[in-house]
T-cell receptor, first 111, second 116 residues
């Protein structure tokens, strides 16, 4: 059983479209990170959310942490080809510091 | 953000030989580093947690005698794949966790291992 369910698994869209990626769990996390990974490279940290209901923005990317700290979403506005990559969410439960990763969302943005 | 390096970035070795991969945190100290394995178009699979000055903690199903981990300093952890076989071919990624603040982890660029 996957502790962190990430959806959708694959997403292929046209440049300019909006999209949302979801990360859901039945567990409470003390923090949750979102990463973006390009082929052949390591994941790059985009954001960390720690407070229930928290919203963080990074240019066209908006990250939200659920009120109960069990879920999170990533919304991309006006997607660009440069947004193409594998998006990963990772939750950390209190006292553990060992992150649990979702399966990832492979995003392709066509020009 | 913090920088983590990995060396080598890619390696080809013959079946039966051993390969060592280094993971370094360049601008911060990391008492904890993680080693992951990743298959094409899949998420990261945690192999082991490496703690400075103590034995690594391996995830279920990961052979500790095959994947030797050494974390001798606050900036260096190594993963040695012993007696490598073709099924060990994969993308290996390390990460280092900050000991302060949000304890965020930063990833290395990965090592592509091909065993022939």
């Amino acid at each position: 059983t996957q502790l962190l369910e990430q959806s959708p698994q694959f997403l292929s869209i046209q440049e300019g479209e909006n999209l949302t990626v979801y990360c859901n769990s039945s567990s409470v996390f003390s923090s949750l990170q979102w990463y973006r990974q390009e082929p052949g490279e390591g994941p790059v940290l985009l954001v960390t959310v720690v407070t229930g209901g928290e919203v963080k923005k990074l240019k066209r990317l908006t990250f939200q942490f659920g009120d109960a700290r069990k879920d999170s979403s990533l919304h991309i506005t006006a997607a660009q080809p440069g947004d193409t990559g594998l998006y990963l969410c990772a939750g950390v439960r209190g006292g553990s510091y060992i992150p649990t990763f979702g399966r990832g969302t492979s995003l392709i943005v066509h020009p | 953000g913090a920088v983590v390096s990995q060396h080598p970035s890619w390696v080809i070795c013959k079946s039966g030989t051993s390969v060592k991969i280094e993971c370094r945190s360049l601008d911060f100290q990391a008492t904890t580093m993680f080693w992951y394995r990743q298959f094409p178009k899949q998420s990261l699979m945690l192999m082991a947690t490496s703690n400075e000055g103590s034995k690594a903690t391996y995830e279920q199903g990961v052979e500790k005698d095959k994947f030797l981990i050494n974390h001798a300093s606050l900036t260096l952890s190594t993963l040695t794949v012993t007696s490598a076989h073709p099924e060990d071919s994969s993308f290996y990624i390390c990460s280092a966790r900050e000991t302060t603040g949000l304890h965020e982890q930063y990833f290395g660029p990965g090592t592509r291992l091909t065993v022939t």
